[in-house]
Every structure is written in C-alpha cells, then in structure tokens.
Nanobody, 125 residues
Framework: VQLQASGGGLVQAGDSLRLSCAAS????????MGWFRQAPGKEREFVAAIRWTGGYTYYTDSVKGRFTISRDNAKNTVYLQMNSLKPEDTGVYYC???????????????????WGQGTLVTVSS
C-alpha cells in the first residue's frame, strides 16, 4: 500500500486547511485510515481515524469539533478538513493505513502498517 499525503501549508490562526491522502496498491488489505501529527521536539500523536467500511470516525479530544475526517471509497482517498486552526496544531501530518481492532487501538501508531511521507502544517498566531 502506498500513501500520498498533500494539502499542508502556512496559515494563520483561525484559518482552514484540507489535507488529502491518496491510497494505492493493495488497499483492500487495510480497513482503517488514520492521521497522526508530530510537532517539533514532540512525539507523534494520533489525530483522527476513519474506517473504510461504515465510515466510523475517531478523534483526539483536542480536535473534536474543529477537524473532520472523511473518505471517498471510489477514489481511495481520505481527507482531513481542519477548521479554526490553532498554533498548537502545527506539525508534520502523516496519514497511515492499518487494520482495525476494537478497544481503542486505532490511537496507536503501531497499529498502522503503512505510512505516507507527511505534509507540513504551520499555523501562525
């Protein structure tokens, strides 16, 4: 599975961005797509995830109400709409693909076998 993330950029606080992640290859071997981010000097953290079947979505608390994850099954593409951006949202955003397991495992980066190259989001105050 190959993942191509795009859509990052430099914006001001309060602005919006939409990230895209196009998947190709043996995508049928995965059933959940996630977005993680890594700020300078910090560990990679879970942001949001969506299951291909059923469209179930999951978010970390800090982005609930501001970010929306969605998918287009026909295009094998996942989106992350980010509104009301804050400086603390700054970081490199990675999309990832994996296999879903019940119990909140989707928050763990180790649950995702495939990763995109990352796209930088910078939010200025």
């Amino acid at each position: 599975v190959q993942l191509q993330a795009s859509g990052g950029g430099l914006v001001q606080a309060g602005d919006s961005l939409r990230l895209s992640c196009a998947a190709s290859g043996r995508t049928f071997s995965t059933d959940i797509m996630g977005w993680f981010r890594q700020a300078p000097g910090k560990e990679r953290e879970f942001v949001a995830a969506i299951r291909w079947t059923g469209g179930y979505t999951y978010y970390t608390d800090s982005v609930k109400g501001r970010f929306t994850i969605s998918r287009d099954n026909a295009k094998n593409t996942v989106y992350l709409q980010m509104n009301s951006l804050k400086p603390e949202d700054t970081g490199v955003y990675y999309c990832a693909a994996g296999t879903y397991r019940a119990g909140g495992y989707y928050r763990r980066s180790s649950e995702y076998a495939y990763w995109g190259q990352g796209t930088l989001v910078t939010v200025s105050s």
